[in-house]
């Protein structure tokens, strides 16, 4: 894997989202690109990466984009293709990211299916640092005390050491793109960040972004239908 970037923020805070459970990491992530001012700083490529791009709104849709805030220090890494086979690799790409950024945190967004029909959708969080923990606490996220954590997110708490490692998790009723639990998300990301996010359009932003990722996804896997359709016809 080779990480392609244009500018090195220091001693930022990592905010990373894959399309997991919900695609909620996704949402989420995607909403904080759009909703905060942000720039593309860099990519990350890979040879087993599938051959396609996503255009929308006339403009490329980068499959793993690096994005920057400057006002909060905030470098966003945002997925729009899973990383299956390939996490072990990507959390070591992310660590060194890190590294190499100085960064003094990493914080994955994720969904975690619940069994419970709650009107409601809560958040939790893991923390691998004492500080940070109380911080969450503080900000009224209650911890994760059980659950498997599988994916980057899962690898890259296995991997990187350095740098101290976050968590937040929303509950997710269905494996189908759940934009009210990335809303819940972002809502307890800002009141950990202190970022002074709108909350008013929330939901009906997150809902919007819900339906370009829907639209995105679904290309995608047309086109890798077709291609997959086209390996056939040669080997027949």
């Not at 890190?98 to 994720?110: G, M, P, T, V, W």
């Not at 911080?135 to 890259?156: H, R």
């Amino acid at each position: 894997m080779e990480v392609k970037l244009w500018k090195k923020p220091k001693n930022c805070t990592i905010i990373e989202g894959f399309p997991g459970f919900g695609l909620v990491g996704t949402i989420a992530s995607e909403f904080l690109i759009e909703h905060l001012k942000t720039e593309q700083i860099g990519k990350v490529l890979f040879n087993d990466m599938p051959a396609m791009v996503a255009i929308h709104e006339k403009k490329v849709v980068e499959p793993l984009g690096i994005f920057y805030n400057q006002k909060h220090n905030i470098v966003i890494f945002h997925a729009i293709t899973a990383a299956t086979k390939y996490e072990w690799p990507m959390a070591e790409t992310i660590g060194k990211l890190a590294s190499d950024l100085q960064a003094k945190e990493i914080i994955s967004l994720e969904g975690v299916g619940s069994a419970q029909d709650s009107v409601d959708t809560r958040v939790f969080y893991y923390s691998n640092n004492e500080k940070i923990a109380k911080a969450f606490e503080k900000a009224g996220i209650e911890p994760l005390k059980e659950g498997i954590i599988i994916g980057v997110t899962g690898a890259i708490l296995l991997r990187v050491e350095k740098t101290p490692l976050s968590c937040l998790f929303a509950e997710t009723h269905s494996n189908l793109p759940d934009s009210k639990a990335a809303a819940r998300i972002v809502e307890a990301l800002d009141k950990y960040l202190g970022m002074d996010l709108d909350y008013k359009p929330l939901l009906e932003q997150a809902e919007k972004f819900e339906e370009k990722l829907k639209t995105i996804l679904q290309k995608s896997q047309e086109a890798q239908d077709v291609s997959d359709k086209k390996k056939l016809s040669y080997l027949g």
